[in-house]
């Protein structure tokens, strides 16, 4: 592993207050190659949660191997799960990452019960799990390693380009089980990504990572979430986005508007009055009061522009899971019910019926 031997980081002496809630916490420690990051290392009792959903599947599972996400969106809607550790949804969710240093083993033991039903599992649905962090506790490769073994099939939805050390894993996997792979690229403004999505890698080095899981011989969708008003959603950055995107090789793209949860507004309107003050107005009418949706109209908007681009391109619109908000697992045999069957039927796919696809089911929100 990439840090192996090196020199071990300041521990720290004390946990921040909320951590001490944590009776799992093994330490607390910083890094110099993390400026800024403190990495609270924790014994999880479970890696696998249960996702209660309003959707017709009954079950939906995903693992967590982090809390908090140095990539740092101002729009992760993940953020107010740090409040439950007395960290606040802001600079700490971007600094203060809980690592589960024994995921691996203890999902092992999960998957390995007789209970177990081999339910898809959906990774990079809260935190993203190739995120900096991975670099240094490569807890993917376990995961990997034990969802294949047990016969599970899984998604993983990611921003890092980090996946790539883990591709001959997930190569082998996909041979065993059903392997789902997305990779999130919202922004393809330099200038506009680094400043909403501080911690991630560009946007060029996520599309050469979905041209590597390409030519590794798997699929991989693109999301294009969050899509922003006002800032994103002119026909000529979506129009620019598709074309790099069918020019990596994607084999289909997600697409959905800005989701702005209690918790999540203030954070994203104090960037918005910082680097745009041009769009307050605009985005309070968009999102007045507690509404955390744009309005159906403009979303109905959107997929009318949209969807003649995804045509010109020649990219599929895919399904993302209503449940976890990630990749739909292609082993649940979902298929999209949009409204163009001619675009948006996957290829070789027999019908059958389906669940709701994600744009059906009212206030779903995705993470990415
Ligand atoms: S949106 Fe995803 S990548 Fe960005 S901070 Fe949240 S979890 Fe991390």
Same mark, same amino acid.
Request: net charge positive.
């Given at each position: 592993?990439?840090?192996?031997? =090196? ?6 002496? %004390? ?19 993390? &400026? ?17 959903? *309003? ?12 809390? $908090?996400? %140095?990539?740092?969106? +101002? ?30 083993? +203890? ?16 990774? @990079? ?5 190739? *995120? ?22 899984? %998604?993983?939805?990611? !921003? ?32 506009? =990504? =680094?400043? +909403? ?6 946007? !060029? ?37 598709? &074309?790099?995107? !069918? ?13 702005? !949860? ?7 309107? *104090? ?7 041009? =769009? ?6 968009? /999102?007045?009061?507690?509404?955390? /949706? ?19 391109? @020649?990219?599929? *619109? ?44 009212? $206030? ?5």
């Amino acid at each position: 592993m990439r840090w192996n031997g =090196q020199r071990l980081d300041t521990e720290s002496t %004390s946990a921040l207050p909320g951590l001490a809630q944590l009776s799992s916490l093994v330490r607390s420690v910083k890094s110099p190659e993390f &400026a800024g990051i403190t990495f609270h290392e924790v014994l999880a009792k479970s890696a696998l949660n249960h996702v209660p959903t *309003q959707s017709t599947m009954p079950f939906s599972y995903t693992i967590n191997p982090y809390r $908090g996400c %140095s990539h740092a969106c +101002v729009y992760c809607f993940a953020r107010p799960t740090h409040t439950y550790l007395d960290l606040d949804s802001g600079l700490d969710f971007d600094s203060q990452i809980v690592v589960k240093v024994n995921v691996a083993e +203890v999902l092992a033991k999960e998957l390995a019960k007789p209970s177990w039903a081999h339910h898809p599992v959906a990774l @990079g649905t809260n935190t993203d799990p190739y *995120q900096r962090a991975e670099g240094r506790y490569a807890l993917m490769p376990g995961i990997i390693e034990a969802l294949a073994d047990s016969g599970t099939p899984f %998604s993983i939805l990611t !921003k890092g380009t980090l996946l790539r050390r883990d591709l001959p894993l997930l190569v082998e996997a996909s041979k065993r089980v059903k392997v789902d792979i997305g990779m999130s690229i919202a922004i393809y403004d330099d200038d506009l =990504q =680094q400043s +909403v999505e501080p911690g991630t890698p560009t946007a !060029k080095a996520r599309l050469a990572t979905v041209r590597a899981v390409r030519d590794a011989g798997l699929e991989c969708s693109v999301f294009l979430m969050p899509i922003l008003p006002y800032l994103t959603d002119t026909t000529t950055h979506l129009d620019d986005a598709l &074309a790099r995107v !069918k020019e990596a090789g994607a084999t289909s793209v997600l697409h959905s508007v800005l989701y702005l !949860k209690p918790g999540i507004k203030p954070w994203f309107m *104090q960037w918005l009055e910082r680097e745009h003050p041009e =769009q307050v107005e605009s985005y309070r009418a968009m /999102y007045p009061g507690s509404s955390s /949706y744009a309005p159906k109209e403009y979303r109905a908007w959107l997929g009318r522009r949209i969807r003649p681009l995804l045509a010109k391109h @020649g990219l599929r *619109q895919g399904v993302a899971d209503p449940a976890t908000g990630g990749v739909a697992s292609s082993a649940l045999g979902l298929l999209p019910q949009m409204d163009d069957q001619r675009l948006f039927t996957p290829v070789g796919r027999a019908p059958r019926p389906a669940r709701p696809p994600v744009n059906a089911v009212p $206030g779903s929100p995705t993470l990415f």
